[in-house]
């Protein structure tokens, strides 16, 4: 019964068992966990029934047209969009049920700890080691740009393993523990005046080997589930129509006719129409997500998703005049999300920059796009047989 009908009636039974209204918020979402309503293109024990991932919307409109709570997703967007894959496509079956749950609950936020100072475009090139010592690994090395850090109770980590081998083929994918003694947050400002990043120092952390996601040296293949969800999952959010960066310009250009010209009119009708062919192009990569992982197609989504938010918030900006560049002073704050569409004008205007760089800068993601989507020749790579510890750096 794992059609929409079937998991309407799952979803009447959840409610009936836990009413919103007089059961918990964690208790609740706990519950809709066990009952295999948390992601219902997971396996069953594990959030999941096994069913086309296409009908998780059945479920989500079914639970809140009947009030109950949802587990905030854009506060546990790197847990719920690169952890979970990888750890279900690598982890093992412990490392799943240890894990899984209280990730999705949000009880437990995620990081990711893979850029390093010299190694963002080029993250194979990362320097971080980790020692083998008996049942554990010992790590020391600095990340950088790790959003959530200050948050998170778990991260995602890659590191070097093996330098005598060429770069991609000495890296090895764990699990922190960002409670370790050895794992020291420091925030870092943004354009906004925010800290929603950090850089992390890792100085003797422990890891168990038990830790591990995939076999030692094999860390790149892991990490490519991550990355190639990373992008679906900043660039391919389902939104309804007129949602997303385009919601607030439209809304504005329709209350404030002061502020049209002929001019912008134009503008504004080009990137709404760009905006709804994104919106329906994530819609057809959703489905294609329905039969596997995503391929480097989530790419394309994550490049025009960065484009179009900063070509939007830009006419926004230039639609207020004066007034768009107001917004709150958000100097040294630690916000508890991830937002890239929120606030004000002028905040979505500067926090949009980063679109164009976190998850794969676009430049990167268009060399994706041609290597693997359109079959053009590689970017010629020099250092593709050399150990990694011979390389210039
Ligand atoms: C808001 C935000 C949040 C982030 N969160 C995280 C996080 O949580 N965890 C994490 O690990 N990282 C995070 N990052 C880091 C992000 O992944 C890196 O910034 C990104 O991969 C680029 O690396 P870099 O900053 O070292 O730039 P570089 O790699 O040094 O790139 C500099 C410039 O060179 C260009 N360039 C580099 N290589 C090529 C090439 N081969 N062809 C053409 N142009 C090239 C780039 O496009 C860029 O314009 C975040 C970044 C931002 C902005």
């Known amino acids: 019964m794992t059609d929409a009908t079937g998991l309407k009636g799952r979803a009447a039974e959840l409610l009936a068992a836990h009413p919103p209204a007089t059961t918990g918020r964690l208790d609740f979402l706990r519950a809709r966990f066990d009952a295999g309503l948390a992601w219902v293109h997971f396996p069953e024990g594990l959030g999941g029934l096994g069913a086309p991932r296409s009908l998780q919307p059945v479920v989500d409109a079914e639970l809140a047209a009947a009030g109950a709570p949802d587990n905030d997703p854009r506060r546990i967007g790197i847990g719920l969009g690169m952890a979970a894959p990888t750890i279900l496509q690598y982890g093992t079956e412990e490392q799943k049920r240890r894990f899984l749950r209280p990730l999705w609950t949000g009880e437990e936020v995620w990081c990711q700890l893979f850029s390093e100072p010299g190694a963002g475009s080029d993250l194979a090139a ?78 003797g952390v422990r890891i168990p080997d ?7 040296g094999d860390g790149w293949r892991v990490a490519q589930t991550t990355l190639m969800n990373e992008r679906v999952s900043i660039g391919g959010m389902r939104l309804p129509r007129e949602g997303g960066m385009i919601a607030p310009v439209a809304r504005t250009w329709r209350t404030r006719p002061d ?11 080009t990137l709404w129409v760009e905006a709804e062919v994104s919106r329906l192009t994530g819609e057809r990569l959703r489905q294609q997500l329905a039969a596997g992982q995503p391929g480097p197609e989530g790419s ?42 929120g ?26 796009v041609a290597e693997r989507v359109l079959g053009l020749p590689a970017e010629p790579r020099t250092d593709k047989d050399v150990a990694w510890k011979d390389l210039s750096r």
């Open 126 to 203: 990362l320097g971080t080691r980790a020692v083998r010592q008996d049942d554990e690994w010992i790590v020391d090395g600095q990340k950088v740009w790790t959003s959530s850090a200050h948050l998170a109770r778990w991260a995602i980590l890659i590191a070097r393993t093996d330098p005598d081998v060429p770069k991609h083929r000495g890296i090895t994918y764990f699990v922190c523990d960002m409670t370790d003694p050895g794992v020291e947050v420091r925030p870092l400002r943004q354009i906004t005046g925010e800290a929603e990043f950090n850089e992390v120092f890792l100085t």
């Open 210 to 216: 038990a830790h591990r996601l995939g076999e030692v």
């Open 259 to 269: 502020l049209r010209t002929h001019d912008l009119h134009q503008r504004l009708l």
């Open 300 to 341: 394309g989504m994550k490049l025009t998703f960065a484009r179009l938010n900063q070509e939007i918030s830009g006419l926004e900006v230039e639609l207020l005049g004066e007034e768009g560049l107001l917004y709150d002073d958000w100097s040294l704050r630690r916000p508890e999300l991830v937002d890239f569409t």
């Open 343 to 368: 606030r004000d004008a002028g905040y979505r205007y500067l926090r949009s920059k980063g679109n164009s760089i976190e998850g794969g800068t676009s430049e990167v993601l268009l060399n994706i």
